[in-house]
C-alpha cells in the first residue's frame, strides 16, 4: 500500500521560505513521477511542481519558477519542496502526489496521479 505522509508546511512570511517533504513508503517508485499540487479555499486543486523519480526531470507551474525548486532523495524516499521568495498567493493545502504510470501524460493534471498524501497547510502573510 503506497503511503505518501507531508511535513513542513507552516506560517512565513511574505518573502520568506519553507521547505515541505514527502515520504514516500509501500513500494519501489522507480518510474513514477511524484508530484507536489495545492489548494487554497475556494479554488480547484492546482499543479506547482513535478519530478520524475528516475530521471531526474523536473516540470514547473510558471508562477513558482524561479522560486521553487522540488528534488527527490531516492535512497531515503523523499521529495521535497523548497519554496523560497513566499508570496501571500501561495496560501494553500499543499499535497504530495505519486503518478504510477506518467507515460503520455502532462504530469500536471490532478486525475494522473493515483497516490495522495494527506497534505499539509502553508500560510503566507503579507
Known amino acids: 500500500q503506497v503511503r505518501l505522509v507531508e511535513s513542513g508546511g507552516g506560517l512565513a512570511q511574505a518573502g520568506g521560505s519553507l521547505r515541505l517533504s514527502c515520504q514516500a513508503s509501500?513500494?519501489?517508485?522507480?518510474?513514477?513521477?511524484m508530484g507536489w499540487f495545492r489548494q487554497a479555499p475556494g479554488k480547484q486543486r492546482e499543479f506547482v511542481a513535478a519530478?520524475?523519480?528516475?530521471?531526474?526531470?523536473?516540470l514547473y507551474e510558471d508562477s513558482v519558477k524561479g522560486r521553487f525548486t522540488i528534488s527527490s532523495d531516492t535512497a531515503e524516499n523523499m521529495v521535497y519542496l523548497q519554496m523560497n521568495s513566499l508570496e501571500p498567493a501561495d496560501t494553500a493545502v499543499y499535497y504530495c502526489?505519486?503518478?504510477?504510470?506518467?507515460?503520455?501524460?502532462?504530469?500536471?493534471?490532478?486525475?494522473?496521479?493515483?497516490?495522495w498524501g494527506q497534505g499539509t497547510q502553508v500560510t503566507v502573510s503579507s
Open positions: 502526489a505519486a503518478s504510477r504510470d506518467p507515460h503520455g501524460t502532462t504530469w500536471s493534471k490532478p486525475y494522473e496521479y493515483d497516490y
Open positions: 509501500g513500494r519501489p517508485f522507480r518510474g513514477y513521477v
Open positions: 519530478i520524475h523519480w528516475s530521471l531526474g526531470s523536473t
